[in-house]
């Protein structure tokens, strides 16, 4: 069976979406939608089956999928875990609501993480064993103590990572398939957190979603970071995605990736 990811289209209402960084360019909306249907042709022509997720039109940003729920592949369970998280910012907590179906109908085990916890699911990086989570703006210290309670009898370990110069974690580093940390050093604070990290020469060249078979979905605005993944051995797989980068977006935020189906 091919792998599987939970995508949620983006509502009427996506150009009032929160913004950290605003340069008062505004949101096309028709143009994000095609940018979203070119985001998820990217998925199916990769092998995925694609879950929509019930729109939530009340929420803004409710495309970012990402930020409502966590999957974790368990080596010790036939079943994989989804915590479903607590959004810092209240506009976005109603973004949760009806995950909990889906997930278990994908057989799923389902936690949630619950007040005054705070988690965003943009500041978890998973590397194997190790659970990077950015604490920050939308994930407190509560939210990291309730997910590692969470993961530690699975054998996970959370390391909770400073956050001061981008909205989520994953808004400075991802992770390429071999378990390196690739970031954008200037919005990073501290590179020594990670075991492997290299720089890459563009903000957007640090966010990259691993498609399998040594493909990674990544930005269109970051060439020289698709040149450098390209003399690593990886294929770039480029989407447009500039109307979603306008509200803090990357290429991650926009689906959750289920890979085990």
């Given at each position: 069976?091919?792998?599987?990811?939970?995508?949620r289209r983006p509502g009427p209402l996506l150009a009032e979406g929160i913004v950290t960084n605003a340069d008062g360019t505004p949101v096309d909306l028709d143009l994000a939608t095609r940018q979203w249907t070119a985001y998820t042709d990217a998925?199916?022509?990769?092998?995925?089956?694609?879950?929509?997720?019930?729109p939530a039109d009340d929420c803004p940003d409710a495309v970012f999928i990402e930020d409502a729920v966590v999957v974790f592949h368990m080596l010790d369970s036939l079943r994989d875990l989804a915590v479903i998280t607590r959004p810092g910012a209240d506009s976005r907590k109603p973004e949760t609501s009806g995950l909990e179906p889906i997930l278990l109908a994908e057989r799923y085990s389902v936690e949630h993480i619950e007040a005054p916890a705070t988690l965003d699911g943009g500041d978890v990086l998973k590397v194997g064993e190790i659970v990077y989570v950015g604490r920050g703006g939308r994930t407190?210290?509560?939210?990291?103590?309730?997910?590692?309670?969470?993961?530690?009898?699975?054998?996970?370990?959370?390391?909770?990572?400073?956050?001061?110069?981008?909205?989520?974690?994953?808004s400075a580093v991802t992770a390429l398939p071999d378990g390196t940390i690739i970031g954008f050093e200037p919005v990073v604070d501290d590179v020594r957190i990670f075991d492997r990290f290299r720089p890459v020469p563009e903000e957007s060249g640090a966010h990259v979603v691993d498609l399998g078979d040594g493909r990674l979905l990544m930005a269109a605005d970051c060439p020289r970071s698709a040149e450098l993944f390209v003399d690593l051995g990886y294929e770039p797989i480029v989407v447009d995605i500039g109307e979603y980068e306008k509200l803090d977006g990357c290429v991650t935020c926009l689906s959750v990736r289920l890979r085990r189906p």
């Open positions: 069976m091919a792998p599987r990811a939970l995508v998925l199916v022509s990769a092998g995925w089956d694609l879950i929509e997720v019930p407190n210290a509560e939210g990291i103590r309730q997910l590692r309670s969470i993961l530690q009898p699975h054998g996970l370990t959370v390391v909770a990572v400073p956050m001061s110069k981008v909205l989520h974690l994953k």
